[in-house]
């Protein structure tokens, strides 16, 4: 006999759906400009973020500093996701409602995705202080080889040679030729990427009877896991010494991170 499949299932996919995208498919108008503006992280909270695990951690080395913030991240994506998720089980909170909470999970996972991300740039001794600049890299991350080979090629254009690094281009405060052409490039990529994986996470996380707990924080660890791979493939080996001012830990904390330090820093 064959079986039969779960209409609550069907519903909830069919209107997670329906909350991003249009009749043709298309993403409704503002889902695009959420995205991007996650990805896009002021550099005081990625430095406070640093030194805040200097100060727990004071005698760790720049690549310790990466692994730990590396946990951190992946820690703090998968619960996210699973946190989501269980709220399908929770009496008065439905499959609808629920969808609500899944867009915000996707904003968190990308909110925690650029801190770590950057984090590991600033590690690296790239100082990323134009938002829109860190945000690019943060996308050319998620992507993997395809993001990375396009800043490679802006990398080529702002100093002309193959020897100096993309990192280098994009912590330029001057205007780097070639950039608003390669962050479109990218920007669309992204998104096209972003919506097919996170879309079939948003039906997960809506499903109900506690499964999207599961689907949620799995989908979201697997997601972080891949990040985290494509980040140090993009930076290479970490420093011997740490850079620049990150080299005291000294300062007082940025008050925006108390608290939930990898969540929604808006």
Do not use: C
């Amino acid at each position: 006999m064959a079986r039969r499949s779960n209409p609550a299932v069907r519903i909830a996919q069919e209107t997670a759906h329906n909350a991003m995208f249009d009749a043709d498919g298309k993403p409704k108008p503002g889902v695009h400009n959420m995205l991007l503006k996650a990805v896009q992280i002021q550099r005081p909270l990625v430095v406070g973020y640093i030194r805040r695990l200097q100060k727990k951690h004071p005698r760790a080395t720049a690549a310790q500093l990466a692994d730990i913030a590396e946990r951190d991240y992946l820690r703090a994506v998968a619960g996210g996701g699973a946190l989501v998720g269980a709220t399908a089980v929770v009496p008065g909170v439905g499959t609808v409602a629920s969808l609500g909470l899944s867009a915000a999970a996707t904003v968190g996972f990308l909110e925690a995705t650029a801190l770590y991300a950057t984090s590991l740039a600033e590690l690296h001794g790239i100082r990323l202080t134009n938002p829109e600049k860190a945000g690019t890299m943060v996308m050319a991350i998620m992507l993997g080889e395809e993001g990375t080979a396009l800043l490679g090629t802006l990398s080529g254009q702002a100093s002309g040679g193959p020897n100096n690094t993309w990192g280098n281009a994009l912590s330029k405060s001057m205007v780097v030729p070639g950039f608003g052409s390669v962050r479109k490039r990218i920007q669309q990529a992204f998104l096209k990427n972003l919506l097919k994986r996170q879309g079939t996470a948003l039906f997960g996380r809506a499903l109900p009877f506690g499964i999207g707990a599961v689907v949620g924080g799995a989908g979201n660890l697997v997601m972080g896991r891949a990040v985290a791979k494509n980040a140090r493939e993009a930076f290479g080996p970490m420093p011997d010494t740490i850079p620049g001012e990150l080299t005291s830990a000294a300062g007082p904390d940025n008050p925006t991170l108390e608290g939930n330090i990898l969540g929604s820093q808006r």
